[in-house]
């Protein structure tokens, strides 16, 4: 089961349309590994178009690239992008964009033993996974595995902090 939840603080918000964030863990060669997607849901003023523009807009004006090799965020101390764990939640926050997610007993167990996760925040839109509902997993993996959704992307490892660290 996975739930979603949003939050998008922006100079112009409606310029990403709502901006969500999953998380879940998949197996991996060496153990469990914690994901994150992020997305818009395509709802800007101008559409889906608009949507995916401003996201990729944002993620460029933050160093990250779409569609590029993936980025070491503890490898990149100055990165303007960070993964907060705390109380359950998972908060991404970087400039003009704060989005969090409930996140899953598993996931707190992948992320508590690598100390990272995978973040791959695409400028796909999704309109179908709305916070606060459930998606389902079998929808989840053809959206987060479909080549489209990969290669409009920036794929990042982020370190995982907590305010207890």
């Not at 999953?22 to 992020?38: C, I, K, N, Q, R």
């Not at 997305?39 to 990729?56: C, T």
């Not at 100055?78 to 400039?95: D, F, K, T």
Request: hydrophobic fraction near 45%.
């Amino acid at each position: 089961m996975i739930s979603t939840t949003s939050e998008t603080l922006a100079s112009r918000p409606a310029d990403l349309g709502t901006i969500v964030v999953l998380a879940w863990s998949g197996e991996a060669p060496d153990g469990h590994m914690p994901y994150l997607l992020a997305y818009s849901l395509g709802d800007a003023e101008g559409g889906p178009e608009a949507s995916s523009l401003a996201v990729r807009r944002l993620l460029e004006s933050n160093g990250l690239p779409v569609g590029g090799d993936l980025v070491d965020g503890a490898a990149k101390p100055g990165l303007p992008i960070s993964l907060l764990v705390e109380a359950g939640q998972a908060v991404v926050n970087m400039a003009r964009l704060k989005a969090q997610c409930p996140v899953p007993r598993e996931w707190l167990e992948a992320v508590g033993a690598r100390g990272f996760a995978y973040l791959v925040f695409t400028t796909r839109p999704w309109p179908e996974a709305v916070p606060g509902r459930v998606v389902d997993p079998a929808a989840l993996a053809a959206f987060a595995g479909a080549e489209e959704t990969l290669e409009q992307a920036a794929h990042l490892v982020l370190p995982a902090r907590s305010l207890r660290r």
